[in-house]
């Protein structure tokens, strides 16, 4: 398995938005589900930190997740374009095999 983890720090009045939009039913892993190799997603919200969350995207291995970047670059643009305003801070924690 291969795993993407991303860090967010969100405004209070975006993070409905934020929740919808990065959470298991979301744009993004609606997108993500068209490939067979997609695991799921997590959208883990920090208990003592407000508006800090982390997603974590699961995938077959790290090849099927490279081949569905390629196969689906402006999709996944388009998403990270229109999420730009929800966020504050976006950091890759890092992208991991287990």
């Known amino acids: ?3 993407v983890v991303w860090q967010f ?9 934020f929740e ?9 892993a609606q997108l993500f589900r068209t490939s067979p ?3 799921g997603t997590e959208l ?4 003592y930190i407000p508006g800090s969350y982390l997603t974590v995207d ?5 090849e099927a997740f490279r081949a569905f970047r390629r196969e689906n670059d402006k999709g996944y643009e388009a998403i990270d374009r229109s999420c730009d305003a929800l966020t504050s801070r976006e950091t890759r924690i ?4 287990v």
């Open 58 to 62: 699961r995938w077959a291995s790290e």
């Open 20 to 28: 919808a939009a990065y959470g298991p039913e979301g744009a993004w």
């Open 9 to 17: 720090e969100i405004a209070e009045e975006k993070v409905a938005a």
């Open 1 to 3: 398995m291969f795993v």
């Open 37 to 39: 190799d997609y695991l």
């Open 94 to 97: 890092g992208a991991y095999t």
């Open 44 to 47: 883990l919200r920090d208990a």
